[in-house]
């Protein structure tokens, strides 16, 4: 669910629109390789109207806008692969002293 609210001296932008998807994950390699799939499903619990304009002396406009259909049935994919799994942090003995004035 995602909101916006713009507000200035001369424009005023609002909107609520959401977009929910079904996602399956499957790890590889000994959890170094994570492959994702998302697929958008078309069902949305908001509206997803953007309202909004701008109002100066020079310039006027309004728009309406329904924009969450253009996710619908999209499907995404996603690699991730870790190199050396964080398990490379070098650690380092400092040293401190003590001076006193």
């Not at 969450?68 to 996603?78: A, G």
């Not at 964080?86 to 003590?98: C, D, L, P, W």
Request: hydrophobic letters at 35%; charged letters at 20%; glycine letters at 6%.
């Amino acid at each position: 669910m995602q909101s916006l609210s713009v507000i200035t001296p001369q424009t005023k932008n609002w909107c609520l629109d959401d977009g929910n998807a079904l996602a399956v994950s499957k790890m590889l390699f000994n959890n170094r390789l994570q492959i994702l799939g998302m697929w958008y499903i078309p069902v949305h619990f908001s509206d997803g109207k953007w309202h909004g304009g701008v109002t100066s002396e020079s310039y006027r406009t309004r728009y309406w806008a329904d924009n969450q259909f253009r996710t619908d049935n999209m499907f995404q994919i996603s690699i991730l692969y870790r190199f050396n799994g964080g398990k490379s942090v070098r650690k380092y003995n400092r040293q401190s002293e003590a001076v006193e004035l």
